[in-house]
């Protein structure tokens, strides 16, 4: 990973890799950033569609933004507003899933001055990202540990879409906080039950049914408080595009969040037809994949944890996830770089060894910043 | 790149170096390339058409690699293969995970009613 390098008060990175995170971290601490080199030795130069729309998307919900492109678009000059937030329409690139803008969205919508009502449209799920789904079920979980109430915090899937023309639409609403609170969480608990929705888009509404099947059989093998819905769409709630999918989620004990999915492939671009019985298998795999990873948070969702640990009060903050992921890594690098905090990272040793629990923890600890919401009124 | 994370979960023991060390790395290698860097201005020429690769360069080489992946934060694609978990030795890494499992001592009921009766 490239580091920063600091030119007066402007972080300079090069490369477009974890430009998501550089952006979001710009405008929660207010500083500039300045990417270079993006991906200047590619057949394509330059900034690609989808990120040029997650520009456009946050410079809605911040006022005074300043962008600067060069003429090759392979470099960026990024000085953030304030973040504003309110009512947000906006056309997700079908290049990624709208999981990807949202998760931007789940990580400002708390410091924003107006409370976030954001309605996204695009592709829905898809292979690189996570998706609606998971955001709503896992990621609003973690975010929901770090503040007391969370009435209207809410996704609601309006519509799904699929590659490759997209056409789903997704209403997000957050709430606006003025600081958040420290937590321990250091038991994930055990996985009491097993939910999930089957989705089967523009085809057979039996495909749905049949991945269903076949996922249950290889998840009773664990745990018998499974129930799988299908999600039946007509017309227009089905999106541009045929396809199907899955997406699980298992909860613990302790209200833990495990999300795994799956999509089937897209045959106009050239790839081999999924199996729907296949599909079904491979996400009840992947949720076991999952638990086995374990924590107190979903893989997918450790950066937002982190991100909420950092901003929290100032007080010590401990909190158990699964091996770290290269998203997680780079995340609490950027922390150190645009905040200066730096986490305590070591191995999480249970007080009595217990075998069959999945892989080794990680327990993150840290002093928050005390990072207070300073656009919310009090009352 | 995943058997390459299942290593690393099992290897590397200090954390703190994996993830911050990167930042002391870096700083070391601005010293070595002030050092280098007379060296440089009298790049080798081979047959006097070639430049030789200098040592930097491909450090940014190496840098390349990673500064341009695409960002996701899902720990690899939706369909990347995994483990089979259905084959004995692989569920017994995570058997205990459910609340069908064996529980802590401390939670188990019937540990728990053992201790009442004992009283």
């Known amino acids: 990973m490239t580091t920063a390098t600091d030119k007066g008060s402007v972080l300079c990175y090069k490369g477009s890799n974890f430009f998501r995170q550089r952006l979001v971290l710009s405008i929660l601490s207010g500083k500039p950033v300045r990417i270079t080199h993006i991906r200047v030795l590619e057949d394509e130069p330059g900034l690609r569609e989808f990120e040029v729309n997650l520009i456009r998307l946050l410079d809605k919900i911040t006022n005074g933004s300043v962008i600067e492109l060069n003429e090759t678009g392979t470099a960026v000059y990024f000085q953030p507003g304030l973040l504003y937030g309110g009512t947000v329409q906006h056309e997700c690139s079908t290049q990624r899933g ?10 400002l919508g708390l410091f924003c001055k107006q409370p976030l009502n954001a309605t996204l449209q695009g592709v829905t799920n898809n292979n690189i990202d996570p998706s609606v789904d998971l955001i709503r079920t896992s990621a609003l979980s973690t975010l929901k540990k770090f503040f007391l109430d969370d009435e209207g915090l809410d996704v609601k899937i ?46 057979s509404p039996a495909i749905a049914n ?6 249950k059989g290889v998840l009773l093998n664990f745990l018998p408080d499974i129930y799988i819905n299908t999600d039946q769409c007509r017309g227009k ?19 833990v969040i495990y999300s795994s999915e799956q999509v089937s492939n897209v045959v106009s671009n050239g790839e081999d037809p999924s199996v729907p019985e296949d599909v079904g298998v491979a996400a009840a795999q992947r949720l076991l994949h999952e638990i086995y990873l374990g924590g107190a948070t979903d893989s997918t969702c450790q950066s937002v944890a982190i991100l909420c640990m950092a901003l929290g009060q100032q007080d010590v903050s401990k909190f158990v996830t699964g091996p770290l992921t290269e998203n997680a890594i780079g995340f609490l690098r950027h922390l150190k770089e645009f905040f200066g905090v730096t986490f305590k990272l ?4 249970p007080d009595e060894e217990s075998p069959g629990t999945g892989s080794q923890k990680v327990m993150l600890t840290c002093v928050g910043l005390g990072y207070t919401n300073i656009s919310k009124r009090t009352i | ?26 700083n070391r290698n601005e010293d070595e390339e ?4 007379p060296e440089e201005d009298e790049e080798e020429t081979i047959g006097g058409l070639f430049k030789k690769v200098s040592r930097a360069q491909q450090k940014l080489k190496l840098d390349k690699d990673t500064m341009n992946l695409p960002e996701s934060s899902l720990i690899q694609p939706w369909n990347a293969p995994v483990r089979d978990y259905l084959t004995e030795e692989n569920k017994t890494t995570i ?6 499992g064996k529980w802590k001592s401390s939670e188990d009921a019937s540990e728990l009613l053992k201790l009442d009766d004992a009283e």
């Open chain 1, 98 to 107: 709208v999981g990807y803008y949202l998760e931007a969205l789940v990580m």
């Open chain 1, 158 to 203: 309006s519509k799904r879409g699929l590659l490759p023309l997209g056409g789903g639409e997704v209403i997000f609403k957050c709430p606006v906080r003025k600081h958040l609170r420290p937590i321990h969480s250091l038991d994930s608990g055990m996985v009491k039950r097993i939910r999930g929705t089957a989705f089967a888009l523009r085809v």
């Open chain 1, 210 to 215: 049949r991945i269903v099947d076949k996922a």
């Open chain 1, 237 to 255: 709630q089905s999106g541009k595009s045929p396809g199907f999918g899955i997406h699980l989620t298992a909860e613990t004990t302790n209200g």
């Open chain 1, 346 to 349: 070591e191995h999480y040793e």
């Open chain 2, 1 to 26: 790149a995943h058997s390459a994370f299942l290593d690393r979960q099992s290897t590397n023991q200090n954390l703190m170096k994996l993830v911050y060390g990167v930042f002391e790395k870096n």
């Open chain 2, 34 to 37: 002030t050092q280098t860097e």
């Open chain 2, 95 to 100: 058997v205990n995970c459910f609340v069908t």
